[in-house]
């Protein structure tokens, strides 16, 4: 946020308000200054001001108060407080009902302008994310599907068109790349959305299950079979049927879902009477089915079968542009769970979070980010938070020169506490001097202290 900004002063003294608003217009600021927050209050409303800057102690309502009623109205608006005398109890407090810094009387002009000037930021940061969620909101989404880079946007096309025809398709792609969730936008953009869409991991399955799984039983069929069993096909009857990992499916199941893909009928185990359905098989692999034909342990006949067409979905790493909205998406929906209010990532950790590989792709994406809105409870999450959960040998740029170095997150951490430690010894404990020796905010300080318990 640059010049031009709306500011709102609050302030009981004529002449600390007066100041303020000389220095404000001076740098380019519009300003509204007030010295009774009721008037102040009854101007603001959210999106108006971009940012508000009250004192404490106030004869007819103080600081503290204007906060909360600012904050009720507009949850994203810095707040930066003004006070003669902040103790840590006080500090906290503002900190934990959403002020965004505090400054400590006297202050320079200069001083003044930095805080003014970070505050500001972070409203530009907010605003850049509130857009990320805005074009999440307008996104063609594929089913639940996220992204819009050119690797994930050309398969989706395909995908799009093939769904309305009832074919078999084969959906490759590593663990974790949402090939599932391409299965079912497919099913629901076909002829038959609103039937049943069944998926069934073909490898977390015992080869003496699978087939009753599959196919359903006969009563008596085994032991153990004790009543009639109706399968996975019959329960996906004029719908789909996802087989994932279609790779580990043992010989006797290829032959008989090859038999079923030819004559759309099958035998429940034990039985000698065929069973007949409708359904639409769609098969999901990150292993190579083409090598595994080779190795004899796939059947040629069955993978021409099931890969009329063939997806290949691309990971994480070659799709990065994506990586921001995907983020926005599960912060979005960590929100919701939980009932928190992270507005998103600083640019550096989305640089971070772009920059990284993702071994486990999309999935391990999302639980890095629920990890994180667990832990942090700061309204933009930033480096420092984000890396205490993922693996920094895994960026993209040449790491060999830290082998043998600690994680990054620990040493972060071991810094940054014997660091904030010396600083407050030296500065003999003043927050405000200490936080101006190091030129952090004085919030970010207090934080620092609490997080490390420093005393």
């Not at 015992?206 to 009543?227: R, V, W, Y």
Request: include cysteine; proline fraction near 4%.
């Amino acid at each position: 946020m640059t010049a031009g900004a709306h500011i709102l002063v609050i302030d009981n003294e004529k002449g600390l308000c007066k100041m303020l608003e000389a220095v404000l217009t001076d740098s380019g600021y519009r300003v509204s200054a007030f010295t009774e927050p009721q008037k102040a209050l009854e101007v603001f409303h959210p999106g108006h001001f971009h940012m508000v800057i009250t004192d404490v102690k106030m004869p007819a309502m103080d600081g503290l108060e204007v906060l909360k009623l600012i904050k009720k109205q507009d949850d994203d608006v810095p707040v930066i407080m003004i006070t003669g005398y902040a103790t840590v109890e006080m500090s906290i407090h503002a900190l934990r009902n959403g002020a965004f810094d505090i400054l400590t009387k006297p202050f320079e002009p200069e001083e003044l302008m930095q805080r003014v000037r970070n505050g500001l930021r972070q409203t530009s940061l907010v605003e850049e994310n509130k857009q990320l969620r805005q074009e999440l909101a307008n996104h063609d989404r594929f089913g639940e599907v996220i992204g819009k880079s050119p690797a994930l946007t050309t398969v989706l096309d395909t995908a799009r068109k093939i769904a309305r025809r009832d074919i078999s398709v084969t959906i490759s792609g590593e663990s974790g790349t949402g090939k599932e969730l391409v299965a079912c936008a497919i099913h629901e953009h076909s002829a038959r959305r609103g039937k049943p869409f069944v998926a069934i991991n073909c490898g977390a399955l015992p080869e003496s299950l699978l087939e009753s799984e599959l196919f359903g039983h006969a009563k008596g069929a085994f032991t153990g079979a004790d009543q009639e069993k109706k399968g996975l096909f019959e329960m996906a009857d004029h719908g789909t049927l996802l087989l994932d990992e279609v790779g580990n499916l043992p010989m006797n199941v290829q032959k008989a879902l090859l038999r079923f893909l030819q004559e759309k009928e099958f035998y429940r185990v034990g039985e000698t009477t065929p069973t007949s359905v409708d359904v639409r098989v769609l098969a999901a692999t990150n292993a190579d089915l083409q090598e595994e034909m080779a190795a004899g342990n796939f059947r040629e006949d069955l993978y021409y079968r099931l890969a009329v067409v063939r997806l290949e979905i691309p990971p994480l790493r070659k799709r990065r542009t994506d990586i921001p909205l995907l983020a926005a998406h599960f912060v979005e929906i960590m929100n919701r769970r939980f009932g928190t209010k992270v507005k998103g990532f600083t640019p550096e950790a989305c640089e971070v979070m772009i920059g990284y590989d993702w071994p486990g792709n999309i999935r391990e994406l999302k639980n890095v980010i629920e990890a994180t809105l667990a832990i942090e409870s700061e309204s933009l999450v930033g480096i420092d938070g984000l890396s205490r959960l993922m693996d920094v040998k895994k960026f993209r740029k040449n790491n060999a020169h830290l082998a043998g170095l600690p994680k990054y997150s620990d040493a972060l951490s071991s810094f940054e506490q014997d660091y904030f430690a010396t600083l407050l010894q030296r500065n003999r404990n003043n927050v405000e001097r200490a936080a101006e020796k190091a030129e952090v905010n004085v919030a970010t300080l207090y934080r620092k202290i609490k997080k490390y318990n420093l005393r």
